[in-house]
């Protein structure tokens, strides 16, 4: 990503656009259902539509604009937000129902074989994603009104216990595990800790929180409904495994598989643990910078 780019007023503002709700979102939880029911019935559901204008402003910032991914970005938050209206009122026992692990499927499956990355120039990839997490936070938070998710960023010292407490269980395991594998390998040296903080940060932001608000908030929240929590657990981080089939090779990357689903697990017992997103958010990042850092 060219920095030079990132600083066009059109980025920029695509760059807002993305960030606004999801922050609002992250930083005020309890406002999302209300504000998004005040809202008629068929402007709570076209609303989301709004989510292509980022695509819009980078397309026109990059000259690389395709009437069909405007209409991509405009009905797919919009479906996706009709889909869980219709989910709130089919299923009054709040259980989980099938539109809601439909959507779940669509965005996962988009993000994980990249169906939308060709619309993005490149380095922007990661604009799509964040549009797909708006929409689901959107639809899930304010349209379904899904509870139990924990999608709360006021990190707590909780939460730091919790996060730190599933990493030292993970690495127990996982170290030897990985060593073993030949997917794991010391570096000769610690990385500078400006460049650690950083790389911490990014992943916090823009691969913890929308995987584990993913993984956890809704997919293991709902399943719980239906397998309780030991099956719900083991079925999400055995998913969440296998949506790294593809990682850093050009086959099915079976070590990156294994490793990733006893991660889920650490994840899902840490989100469990007082359902807050924030505690797995700590021990994903941590992890994943460790890994990028000093492991891989």
């Known amino acids: 990503m060219d920095p030079h780019s990132v600083l066009q007023p059109d980025v920029l503002i695509a760059a807002l656009i993305i960030l606004v709700p999801f922050l609002y979102a992250a930083f005020y939880p309890d406002r999302v259902p209300a504000a998004a029911q005040a809202l008629p019935k068929p402007l709570r559901i076209a609303a989301p539509a709004l989510l292509c204008l980022p695509y819009l402003f980078v397309a026109r910032a990059f000259h690389i604009f395709h009437w069909q991914w405007l209409a991509l970005y405009a009905l797919l938050p919009a479906g996706v937000a009709f889909l869980l209206e219709q989910a709130r009122w089919a299923d009054k026992g709040n259980r989980g129902n099938w539109r809601d692990f439909l959507v779940l499927a669509v965005l996962g499956l988009a993000v994980d074989l990249r169906w939308f990355e060709p619309a993005w120039p490149h380095g922007y990839a990661a604009f799509g994603k964040m549009l797909l997490l ?73 691969i913890a929180i929308p995987e584990e608000l993913f993984f956890r908030g809704w997919l293991q929240n709902l399943l719980e409904r239906r397998l309780g929590g030991f099956g719900a657990l083991l079925m999400t981080a055995a998913l969440f495994g296998l949506s790294h089939w593809n990682k850093h090779t050009t086959g099915f990357n079976w070590r990156y598989v294994i490793m990733a689903a006893i991660a889920g697990i650490s994840y899902g017992r840490a989100w469990r643990a007082q359902r807050r997103v924030a505690a797995s958010c700590l021990t994903h990042a941590t992890v994943d910078t460790l890994w990028s850092l000093w492991l891989r």
């Open 134 to 206: 708006d929409a689901g936070i959107f639809a899930f938070l304010g349209v379904r009104k899904l509870d139990g998710v924990g999608f709360d960023l006021r990190v707590r010292g909780s939460d730091a216990a919790i996060g730190f407490r599933e990493l030292a269980f993970y690495a127990i395991v996982a170290v030897p595990l990985g060593l073993g594998l030949g997917f794991l390998h010391f570096h000769a040296a610690w990385p500078q800790p400006l460049r650690a903080i950083g790389a911490f940060v990014f992943t916090f932001l823009f």
